[in-house]
């Protein structure tokens, strides 16, 4: 009974000692920064190279990044100063809680700690990474999910394959169902001035949604949809390794972080999928209905210049 008894504690003892090093491996340690400077010409065109994984802090000169919206993104101005780009280990305090001009302080908050998606994925380039069409191959005519039975067209998605930046939406709408094509509609318009302002072009992104195909009257996504749909957007973002993911809308970042966090909360600041930085923002279609939120949208676009142009120099 008592080497029972020991074996079962020693068991214990190793699921207590695993589950922390599984803790200490989540996303953490990593400090703020902010970047000065101009933006390198590298931040306007394709992704730059993918070895370079180097990190500044403090580079000497004045912030060219206006506060305010660009054309086509009109809003008042959100006032002068450096956007600070932070990766966080655990949940931030609210915006309203901190101060600009003083560091970001994580505390414990009510909401769950995100946790990353089961399918793993290779970020530093060791090992097979499946290749974009050999992904749309696997998906085939899908019929994994009831929406099969109400689309036009599936829609993947488009865009660099090797590109630095990828936003990730919601579900197609009619306008994308129609096309076969992601963002195309008012949203997708919307979306092009916003990466222009970044003096980028589509071509230059990759986008796609957490849904292939519309779900019946732009409902939102249902939970046995979004099962059928992520794996393959999980492989997507595994062949493209992006430098940086933009999280569109409350069901992207939702579903991306594992996270149930209100998209007003989890905005404005990194987090991270597997090793790549993660920014949430508002979904274009809510900016049509709520103009007055392109400014916060315009902040968090310009931390994602600011991180592209830190990852290319």
Known sequence: MQNAAKDEMLVLIRSLRSHIEADRELPGNVPSFSMQGPLPEAASQNRPAKGNTGRRTGVEGETVLSSSVPGGLDSPSAGKGRPTVTLPEGDAAPASQ????SPQILVP???RRFSVPEMPITTNGEGEVRALNNVRTDLGDCRRCALHMGRKNIVFGEGNPHAG???VGEAPGADEDDQGRPFVGRAGQLLTKIIEAMKMQRQDVYICNILKCRPPGNRNPAAGEIAACEPFLVKQLESIRPKVICALGT???QTLLKSDVAISLLRGKFHRYHNIPLMPTYHPAYLLRNPSQ???VWEDV????????????
């Open 294 to 296: 392109k400014r916060q």
């Open 302 to 313: 310009k931390q994602i210049m600011n991180m592209l142009a830190d990852d290319s120099g």
């Open 165 to 167: 930046l990828v936003f």
């Open 98 to 101: 901190r101060s600009s001009d």
């Open 251 to 253: 069901f992207a970042a």
């Open 109 to 111: 908050g009510p909401y």
